[in-house]
């Protein structure tokens, strides 16, 4: 597994798509955070707290992380190298695993330098430090999470897609039904609205959001990633049979 993570991270910083998926990640919530008038400008919104890019972040991530994930397998069946892949004395799941990291590392290091945001927003307020840092670390885990599960989602689209481009656009349509539709079609579903809103990430992300971790949104969350890269596991399988 550990060839395979490290080849994917070469991949990724042997060409521009590593520095230029970090780039456009920084950017788009520089951007919307501290230049753009609106809802998302810290400075605007008079509150020393980072709620604002906790609520734009799941969104950019919807499209950052499937044009990270598209090529994982869709370029290895166009080149003709997913059987050799296969082929490898490697587990099928170590060879998901293994590209699932490599993604997941690449959205770990876009998400790093925001935390310089945590410390600017404490170094603005009102006493200096007045910053809940509770429901800070509480979303930046919950937002690790939410990674977890649209790499995941990526990963599966990308596996089951010979084109790119429609591996994208499926992985950012799944992502956003698990995380804005589900929750929106609940409130049609009269009294089953509850256990049906209860399946979308949203509530368990903002739940995360409070700064309190709760055991019910960190199972949601890791049944999610496994159950889509089992599904990736299944369809590779069909391939390699």
Known sequence: ?????????????????????????????????????????????????????????????????????????????????????????????????????????????????????????????????????GSTLGSYFGLLFLVSAYTAIGLFTSAISDNQIVAFIAAVIISFFLYFGIENLAQYAGEFQGWIAYLGMDGHFRSMSRGVIDSRDIVYFVSIAVLFLALTVFKLKSVKE
Do not use: H
């Not at 998302?40 to 604002?52: C, E, R, V, Y």
């Not at 330098?113 to 809940?132: A, H, K």
């Open 1 to 133: 597994m550990k060839a395979i993570l490290f080849r994917e991270i070469k991949s990724f910083f042997g060409s521009p798509i590593g520095y230029l998926v970090i780039a456009v990640f920084l950017l788009m919530n520089g951007l919307f955070l501290w230049v753009f008038d609106g809802e998302f400008n810290i400075l605007q919104s008079g509150f020393a707290d980072m709620t604002p890019f906790f609520t734009l972040a799941p969104w950019i991530l919807i499209f950052l992380i499937p044009a990270v994930t598209m090529r994982s397998f869709s370029d290895e069946k166009k080149q003709g190298t997913l059987e050799l892949l296969l082929t490898k004395p490697l587990t099928v799941w170590e060879i998901v695993n293994g590209k699932f990291l490599g993604a997941f590392l690449l959205i770990l290091l876009a998400l790093l330098p925001t935390l310089i945001y945590v410390w600017m927003i404490s170094d603005l307020g009102m006493p200096q430090g007045n910053i809940d840092m």
